[in-house]
């Protein structure tokens, strides 16, 4: 098979990966893609991800057999839609079932509705009343949330009235998220571990894939800025048996079934953001595609085709495929342009890497880079997810590092605590913040030291 990627990061680095794997991929095509995914070996063309008629003039070009679209925007735009019509076998909900992400509110109302589990909330337009309600409430930490796509970042959690009173000042009247803030949702602030699960589907079954922890925010420690991720691992150590089938019978079904009595059927890889509550799990968000770093520890995991994985999908006989995970554990580090994820620089020289963009011992997906005359330059915000699998998280965590230690670029920026919390509660220790030292620790035992 002939088959054309859309999007350009970290994300569909990780498909075309283990789409490679598959003895079904003849050719590999991406558009627009970056250095990391044509020094692979796919085929890049400079063709934006959402730019519907170039996708498909290009799909028609190269006479594709497939087109997996993974970018939220191009999802919610409707591209599978326009694919579709033009008769191209496609992964990817259509626009009326991407609009699960597309909008916040919709999404609230549609859990309201279907008594699926998650936070209180309310929605507003106008600041005066958004403002109104946050002092009438009282209640901090408050979650503050644009409507719809803001590249990961449309999520304010505001310690403090003051910080409140600004985020909303900043989405409606500002418009700091352009029209996707335009309408906000806020949101009680809730408690406990959180987990992230995709999950194939195809309107009828829902499989899950295995769980991962993502690490939001831009400094150690959990502090900083909100990113579209600094790092992940997989299995999450919270998502247990017992939460496994409570989130089955209460989220995921539930949300399926529910977008099928909306006329919404839902094909192609449904997340599931959640959080682990006193009271039970609870959704905090739904994304309509694979996460971003999510699939860069969950893909490595896969034990089986995923060429045959998504033609079932829009076959509908998903429940006919196999699908299984390996053993062990799965870690990766974002590195990072400095400054990210406000104002950063672009086009500096990446070393480290091989004529690939790898690293010994690891699978680096890069996500913003720029392949020129053999070498690699930064071209974005979050630049490359350094990975490693492993026995256990421990020891991929470290094969993550010590990958991360071969690879440098002025200003680079990444977390070093990737993966505590998950050790923490692993080894049902206290949340060790010693972590980070005992890293430092094996590593220059072997040679091997991070940068400050």
């Known amino acids: 098979m002939k088959i054309l990627v859309v999007g350009g990061g970290g994300r569909e680095h990780a498909i075309i990966m283990k789409l490679m794997q598959s003895e079904k991929a003849q050719k590999i095509y991406c558009a627009p893609g970056n250095g990391g995914i044509a020094a692979e070996g796919a085929e890049c063309f400079d063709v934006s991800a959402t730019d519907i008629d170039g996708i498909v003039s290009l799909a028609k070009k190269l006479s594709v057999d497939m087109v997996v679209v993974a970018p939220d925007d191009p999802l919610v735009m409707g591209m599978v839609d326009a694919l579709q019509a033009e008769g191209f076998m496609t992964f990817g909900p259509k626009k009326n079932a991407a609009i699960i992400e597309g909008s916040k509110v919709f999404s609230k109302e549609l859990m309201k509705k279907y008594n699926i589990p998650t936070a209180f909330y309310e929605v507003f ?160 968000e739904y994304n309509c595609r694979f996460g971003d770093p999510e699939t860069q520890v969950v893909l490595p995991m896969l034990d089986g085709d995923l060429v045959e994985i998504f033609e079932a999908i829009y076959n509908h006989t998903l429940a006919d495929v196999k699908i299984s995970w390996k053993e062990g554990a799965c870690a990766c580090v974002v590195m990072a342009s400095g400054g990210y994820p406000e104002k950063y620089d672009k086009g500096i020289e990446i070393y480290g890497l091989d004529e690939k963009g790898q690293v010994e011992g690891c699978e680096v997906f890069h996500a913003g880079t720029k392949l020129s005359e053999g070498k690699f330059f930064t071209n974005g915000g979050r630049v490359l997810g350094v990975t490693a699998t492993g026995l256990s998280l421990r020891g991929a965590i470290n094969s993550a590092y010590e990958g991360v230690s071969k690879i440098t670029w002025d200003k680079v920026h990444y977390r070093k605590d990737i993966g505590q919390k998950a050790l923490a509660a692993i080894e049902n220790d206290p949340l060790n913040l010693d972590y980070k030292d005992d890293l430092e620790d094996y590593l220059e035992e072997n040679g091997v030291y991070l940068r400050q």
Do not use: W
């Open 125 to 284: 337009t106008e600041a005066d009343k958004a403002i109104e309600y946050l002092k009438k409430q009282n209640s901090y930490p408050a979650v503050i949330k644009a409507d719809g796509l803001a590249l990961g970042k449309g999520v304010i959690i505001a310690e403090d009235e003051e910080a409140a009173i600004k985020a909303v000042h900043e989405m409606i009247d500002d418009k700091k998220f352009g029209e996707s803030s335009a309408r906000i949702v806020i949101e009680e602030y809730l408690t406990g571990p959180e987990v992230s699960v995709l999950s194939f589907t195809d309107g009828k079954t829902v499989v899950p894939m295995i769980s991962s922890m993502d690490h939001k925010r831009a400094y150690d420690g959990d502090k900083g800025l909100n990113t579209g991720g600094m790092g992940t691992v997989s299995p999450n150590p919270y998502y247990t048996e017992e939460v496994a089938k409570e989130c089955m019978e209460k989220i995921f079904l539930p949300t399926i079934n529910a977008m099928n009595a909306e006329g919404r059927t839902f094909e192609g890889c449904l997340y599931f953001g959640l959080m682990i509550t006193p009271k039970g799990p609870k959704v905090i």
